[in-house]
């Protein structure tokens, strides 16, 4: 098994390093704009402001990315630091989502059509 770490190549100056950055981006950007899709769909069926911050779930997401960035060669504290930065982002978005739809016409959990 290949590990993510071992796929970086060598880089003797910063157009290298900047080009294999670029390259990941134009991976992740898709990847994360997907999982922005996510949390529209979480807002739309929490439907519930107190309900979106999460913390068992937070918790469970740190404890899955931790041993996967260790067997790929990568740092776990970073990892955690990085996806604990990035679910609070998509916990700001998954609030500004639920407002999104609410004006939509989502009605507040509990609420008679």
């Known amino acids: 098994m290949s590990r993510a770490i071992d796929k970086v190549k060598n880089c ?5 390093v900047r080009a294999g950055v670029n390259a990941l981006d134009d991976i992740l950007v898709p990847l994360l704009v997907e999982r922005s899709g996510y949390m529209t769909q979480a807002a739309k069926v929490k439907n519930n402001e107190d309900l979106v911050r999460d913390e068992a779930r937070i918790q469970t997401i740190v404890d899955r990315v931790r041993p996967m960035a260790q067997a790929q060669g990568g740092n776990p504290d970073l990892m955690e630091r990085l996806y604990r930065a990035m679910m609070e982002c998509y916990i700001d978005y998954e609030h500004q989502e639920l407002a999104r ?3 939509q016409g989502l009605k507040p959990q509990g609420e008679q059509p």
């Open 12 to 16: 003797s100056n910063m157009q290298e």
């Open 101 to 103: 739809l609410r004006a």
